[in-house]
């Protein structure tokens, strides 16, 4: 049974919301303190959306890889002009539909914003990460510091986590191939009278691990 599109009626508006805009960006300037852009890159964006992150990197890399579910979200993010040529789109679960062999050790960065906690088996996705990453290869994640579920309306469908203890991510990390984990703040977020810290966590696909060997 094909997965639900969760965000088919909120792909059309998210772009002039200004919670996923302020998160963007915010997310973005984490990342220009802790990663090195260059015009060789491969990366990939998991959890891409609409492309609020593929846009502010894809002019600095020689290609993004946006990843996500969500076909009306990487509609919506193919018919961005300014994309055209920069940006290929694959939509997939990744922990049920690995990237395969042609992905094999093939990116140099993997940026997510905002996904992980949609994903129920995130060690398996960490590892999915791990297999697509060149050895030396650096991951850098955002999502929200542990709440207590009210981030999300009552009841909402696909998410799993209320947000990641850090030294357990860290762990996980690990124990996916991943070394020298560190997480900054990135932003803190204001709903309904109270903040949410979001975090990046960077870290380096660690040689020797079982990636390599496929």
Do not use: N
């Not at 990663?35 to 491969?42: K, N, P, R, Y």
């Not at 018919?79 to 789109?89: D, F, R, S």
């Amino acid at each position: 049974m094909p997965t639900p599109d969760l965000f088919a009626d909120k792909a059309q508006d998210w772009d002039a919301l200004p919670l996923p805009q302020a998160i963007s960006l915010g997310v973005r300037r984490a990342l220009d303190a802790r990663v090195t852009l260059a015009d060789t890159m491969q990366v990939m964006d998991f959890g891409a959306g609409t492309g609020l992150v593929t846009a502010t990197v894809a002019p600095h890399v020689a290609k993004v890889w946006a990843v996500d579910v969500s076909a009306s979200m990487l509609d919506r993010l193919a018919a961005k002009p300014t994309l055209a040529g920069q940006v290929e789109v694959l939509c997939r679960d990744l922990v049920t539909e690995p990237l395969g062999a042609r992905f094999h050790g093939h990116f140099d960065l993997i940026v997510s914003a905002m996904a992980l906690h949609h994903v129920a088996d995130t060690q398996t996705l960490l590892r999915r990460f791990a297999e697509g990453l060149k050895p030396g290869g650096q991951v850098a994640l955002a999502d929200l510091d542990a709440e207590d579920g009210s981030f999300h309306p009552p009841g909402i469908e696909g998410v799993f986590h209320h947000g990641f203890e850090r030294d357990a991510l860290a762990a996980a990390l690990t124990d996916a191939g991943f070394e020298q984990a560190r997480f900054d703040t990135a932003l803190e977020v204001e709903r309904e009278g109270r903040r949410y810290p979001i975090f990046l966590v960077t870290a380096r696909r660690a040689a020797g691990t079982s990636a390599d060997r496929g």
